[in-house]
């Protein structure tokens, strides 16, 4: 028996060692981390319940026979993040480079498929040379089974996705359809087709790290929603943001312990806004003051900077935030910000997280460039993703709600619950200056009378009045106490129920 026990052991060891020590001082020489020194960082200590960690792969081409590794190149099972459930993979670079069999596949499927069965999130640590070249079709099957298991994991419980190494070819896709993907600085890289390709195709010389590293996918091509300076970075941001989430769309999200009154008066923010409207300022200072303990988790803090979304906590409960940015090109919609915008709300929809939208926004970017790329349709994701939630929406308007714009940032025509607006709100179908260069044309040449019509206008719509008159405005609020506000209307919406019409699924604009 002790012998038997004694074998287990030795077993196990052998299968924690992976590729073996030469490969994981390589794995270290390149500032990477083996797949359980990740799972280790990202997991509450001792909690990791191991599956599979004798699969060997079934490959008899090119000499594989000889070569099966136990646990086949990725480590999988589950454990917790500050006591919640969640699962994991870990693909394990030192073992055939993390290549993905048809067994590899396999035990990812396994662990989704009880993710997806038990309501818990899933948590996938991509370094892999991509599919096993031994294996051919089997490997691209095998992709094809987590692919089909991304999609019907989204919007059961939520997929993240670390970038911490390689990730090429059709690879690329199974993070893609992931509710979140975050990289790592100057060792992780994703793209379609590898430099070399792409210099034989198009004539472009182009490093990996430029063509799919941390900085093009988070600045450039918003594929990822943040970039870290190293693995355990990563990992300790990963867990902060779980902390955010419900298990599953079964689940509400959690409530946290918190230290921070309610009711708390921020006499700074009745000075937030400048005098001069066309003076930017600081969104992020409102959302810090609104949140519980100034705690605010940013989502693609690097792409369209013009809308801000992230997590905060209000009471304990976490609330998502959408909110226009005045310091980048005066908080635009235009089409980067709005696809940003309508991700974030369809993810917090699906998740039952409520909503909160400041809004201070002049109106769409205007431009052949932004016509030409569909900003009609990208536009769009925005406005119909805010009108489908049915989560709790609450909505505070501190300055510019012009045009289209007013009616897409949560408005109470797109069914939001709460809305609110700040004295100096300027709710109309535009500013003054263009309203009267085209009421009054035929005044243009005359100083006097443009100022004149000017100051008629800006009497009239410059505030939030007429909006608060016909009750598309719930109340106008002191910005002092915009907390207290805020967080008593999240606190009437906690047992909203809002049906929708049966349908198969609707066709958002994409
Ligand atoms: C089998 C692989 C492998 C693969 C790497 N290895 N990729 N084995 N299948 N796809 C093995 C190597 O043979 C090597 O084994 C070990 O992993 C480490 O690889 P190195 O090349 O020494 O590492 P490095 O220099 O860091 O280069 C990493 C790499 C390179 C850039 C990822 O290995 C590479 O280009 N691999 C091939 C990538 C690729 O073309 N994959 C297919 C993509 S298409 P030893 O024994 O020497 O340590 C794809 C389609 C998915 O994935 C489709 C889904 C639908």
Redesign the pocket.
């Given at each position: 028996m002790k012998d038997i026990v004694e074998q287990l052991d030795e077993r196990r060891g052998h299968a924690r060692l992976g590729g073996g020590e030469k490969?994981i001082a390589a794995q270290h020489a390149k500032g990477k981390l083996t797949a359980r020194e990740r799972i280790e960082l990202l997991l509450d200590e001792g909690s990791f319940e191991e599956y599979d960690m004798f699969v060997a792969h079934r490959s008899t081409e090119f000499g594989m026979e000889g070569n099966r590794p136990p646990g086949d190149g990725v480590v999988t099972g589950w454990g917790t993040v500050n006591g919640r459930q969640i699962y994991v993979y870990s693909q394990d670079f030192t073992v055939?480079?993390g290549?993905v069999s048809e067994t590899h596949g396999a035990k990812i499927c396994k662990i989704m498929d009880m993710a997806m069965q038990n309501g818990a999130p899933v948590v996938g640590i991509n370094d892999s040379?991509?599919?096993?070249?031994?294996e051919g079709v089997d490997s691209?099957a095998a992709?094809?089974e987590v692919f089909q298991r991304n999609i019907e994991a989204s919007g059961v419980v939520p997929q993240i996705s670390m970038i911490m190494g390689?990730c090429?070819?059709?690879?690329v896709y199974s993070p893609a359809m992931t509710d979140f993907i975050f990289m790592v600085k100057d060792s992780s890289y994703m793209f379609v087709t590898g430099p070399d390709v792409v210099k034989t195709v198009t004539n472009e010389v182009v490093t990996a790290e430029e063509l799919g590293g941390a900085s093009t996918h988070t600045k450039k091509s918003s594929v990822a929603d943040g970039a870290f300076e190293n693995d355990v970075e990563a990992l300790i941001e990963v867990r902060r943001l779980i902390d955010f989430l419900p298990l599953s769309n079964r689940e509400k999200p959690p409530v946290r312990p918190f230290f921070d009154s309610p009711d708390r008066i921020e006499e700074s923010l009745d000075t937030l806004v400048p005098a001069n409207p066309n003076q930017p300022y600081d969104m992020k200072e409102l959302i810090e003051k609104i949140a519980d303990e100034g705690d605010f988790y940013e989502i693609q803090r690097d792409f369209a900077g013009n809308i801000i979304t992230g997590f905060i906590r209000l009471e304990g409960q976490t609330v998502g935030v959408v909110a226009n940015q005045p310091m980048v090109l005066a908080g635009v919609l235009d089409i980067d910000s709005a696809r940003k915008g309508a991700r974030f709300v369809r993810f917090c929809d699906c998740f039952e997280i409520p909503i909160l939208s400041l809004v201070d926004v002049p109106g769409f970017l205007p431009g052949t460039a932004q016509e030409y790329d569909g900003v009609i349709k990208h536009g769009a994701k925005l406005l119909f993703a805010y009108g489908e939630a049915t989560v709790p929406k609450v909505t505070v308007i501190t300055r510019k709600a012009y045009g289209g714009a007013y009616v897409v940032m949560a408005s109470k025509h797109l069914k939001a619950d709460v809305n609110y607006a700040w004295p100096t709100s300027e709710i109309a179908v535009m500013g003054a200056k263009g309203a009267v260069e085209i009421l009054h044309r035929a005044d243009l040449g005359d100083a006097d009378k443009i100022a004149a019509h000017t100051a008629e206008y800006e009497d009239r719509f410059a505030n939030p009045f007429v909006a608060a008159e016909r009750g598309h405005i719930d109340e106008v609020i002191q910005p002092h106490s915009t907390r207290r506000r805020v967080c008593r209307a999240f606190a009437s919406l906690r047992r909203k129920s809002q049906t929708r019409p049966w349908k198969k699924h609707d066709n958002i604009p994409l």
């Open positions: 490969r055939l480079g290549s040379g991509g599919a096993r070249i031994q691209l992709y094809g390689p090429a070819g059709g690879a």
